[in-house]
Antibody, heavy 119, light 111 residues
Framework: EVQLVESGGGLVQPGGSLRLSCAASGFTFSTYSINWVRQAPGKGLEWLSY????????YYADSVKGRFTISRDNAKNSLYLQMNSLRDEDTAVYYC????????????WGQGTLVTVSS | QSVLTQPPSVSAAPGQKVTISCSGS????????VSWYQQLPGTAPKLLIYDNNKRPSGIPDRFSGSKSGTSATLDITGLQTGDEADYYC????????????FGGGTQLTVL
C-alpha cells in the first residue's frame, strides 16, 4: 500500500524556519517525482514545488521561490521541504503528493502537516 | 484568484446527477490533461479522474470526466450523501510561471 506521511509542522514566528519531512513507503520511491502542495485554512490547493526522481529537476512556485528548498534522500525514502523567512500567509496544511504515471496528476497524497506562522 | 475557474458550490438530491465545470485557457486545460480530486471534510485530496476521463482503480464509474477545448467537466451520477466533499480540478500550466495549477474548488452538497 502506497503511503506518504508528513511531519515537522508546528507553530513558528514570522521570519522563522521550519523543515518538513515526508516519509514514503509501499512503492519504489527513487523512481517517482514528488511534489509539495499546500492548503491555507478554508482555501484551495496551491502547488509549491516539484522534484524529479534523481533530484536533477526542481521547480518552485513564484510564491515560495528563494525561501523554500525541496530535497530528497532516496536511501531513506524521504522528501523534505526547508522553509525559511516564513510569513503569515504561509500558514497552511502542507501535503506531499506523488506525481502519477501520466505526469499530469497527483495520484497519492499524504495526510498533511499543519504549519502555523504567527507571533 | 485561481488559474482555473470552478463554481464555488453545487447541490443536488440523492440519486441525481451533478456536473462541476472547470474553465481555463490554452496555456493549461487547452493543451494538457485534466485531473479531478475529491477532498472529504478533514481529509487529504484523493485522485478521482486523470488524463481527462480515466478513473484510478477503485473509483466507481459514477464519477466521469470530460474535456472540450479549454474547459473540463466532472459528472457524478447516482449521488450519495457520502459524496459531499470539495472537488478540485487540476492540470499543468505552460505559461511563463508554469507548473501545476488547480481550480478554486467546488463544494458539493447532497440535499
Amino acid at each position: 500500500e502506497v503511503q506518504l506521511v508528513e511531519s515537522g509542522g508546528g507553530l513558528v514566528q514570522p521570519g522563522g524556519s521550519l523543515r518538513l519531512s515526508c516519509a514514503a513507503s509501499g512503492f519504489t520511491f527513487s523512481t517517482y517525482s514528488i511534489n509539495w502542495v499546500r492548503q491555507a485554512p478554508g482555501k484551495g490547493l496551491e502547488w509549491l514545488s516539484y522534484i524529479s526522481p534523481s533530484s536533477n529537476t526542481i521547480y518552485y512556485a513564484d510564491s515560495v521561490k528563494g525561501r523554500f528548498t525541496i530535497s530528497r534522500d532516496n536511501a531513506k525514502n524521504s522528501l523534505y521541504l526547508q522553509m525559511n523567512s516564513l510569513r503569515d500567509e504561509d500558514t497552511a496544511v502542507y501535503y506531499c503528493a506523488r506525481r502519477g504515471y501520466s505526469g499530469y496528476e497527483f495520484d497519492y497524497w499524504g495526510q498533511g502537516t499543519l504549519v502555523t506562522v504567527s507571533s | 484568484q485561481s488559474v482555473l475557474t470552478q463554481p464555488p458550490s453545487v447541490s443536488a438530491a440523492p440519486g441525481q446527477k451533478v456536473t462541476i465545470s472547470c474553465s481555463g485557457s490554452s496555456s493549461n486545460i487547452g493543451n494538457n490533461y485534466v485531473s479531478w480530486y475529491q477532498q472529504l471534510p478533514g481529509t487529504a485530496p484523493k485522485l478521482l479522474i486523470y488524463d481527462n476521463n480515466k478513473r484510478p482503480s477503485g473509483i466507481p464509474d459514477r464519477f466521469s470526466g470530460s474535456k472540450s477545448g479549454t474547459s473540463a467537466t466532472l459528472d457524478i451520477t447516482g449521488l450519495q450523501t457520502g459524496d459531499e466533499a470539495d472537488y478540485y480540478c487540476g492540470t499543468w500550466d505552460t505559461s511563463l510561471s508554469g507548473g501545476p495549477v488547480f481550480g478554486g474548488g467546488t463544494q458539493l452538497t447532497v440535499l
